[in-house]
């Protein structure tokens, strides 16, 4: 598996995983919208030549927030979703980052698994947060100077 920065010849895979697997998956434009973010920092993960995950975060630093963390179906479960987040913290510690934050489904049991696997812990929770269908969302926090 390499991990590389995300570019606009990986949007049409990004989009694709992101149909496949979010209930209210992001747009083209969005996705397009999130890599040009001056604040955004947006890897895939590619397995043989195949895009099999991707991660956009953004960041205001000290603080950056996990905004989506994606693998596809046939990929998971093999250490793309882990790869991805850790290669990720790792840069937006190098940039000054010493917070990373997320939202997570209380109902996803595998991304919670893979988060306090990775150091994150609940701080939060947000009521209702979600749509499609109606779910609160915890509140995770790593810090970035612990590892």
């Given at each position: ?33 999130e890599l040009q973010a001056g604040n955004g920092l947006g890897l ?36 793309v979703g882990e790869g991805l987040l850790a290669q990720g913290l ?58």
């Amino acid at each position: 598996m390499r991990i590389q920065p995300c570019c606009e010849g990986d949007l049409e895979a990004v989009a694709r995983i992101e149909r496949q697997a979010m209930p209210a998956p992001w747009s083209p434009e969005q996705l397009h919208a999130e890599l040009q973010a001056g604040n955004g920092l947006g890897l895939v993960a590619r397995c043989g030549a195949e895009l099999c995950g991707y991660v956009f975060f953004r960041t205001c630093v000290p603080e950056s927030e996990l905004l989506h963390l994606v693998v596809d179906r046939g990929w998971r479960r093999r250490g793309v979703g882990e790869g991805l987040l850790a290669q990720g913290l790792f840069v937006l510690a190098s940039q000054g980052c010493t917070t990373c934050f997320l939202e997570v489904r209380r109902s996803n049991a595998s991304a919670l698994r893979l988060y306090a696997k990775t150091g994150f812990c609940q701080v939060g929770q947000r009521k209702n947060y979600y749509s499609q269908p109606v779910e609160d969302a915890l509140l995770l926090s790593r810090d970035l100077r612990a590892r």
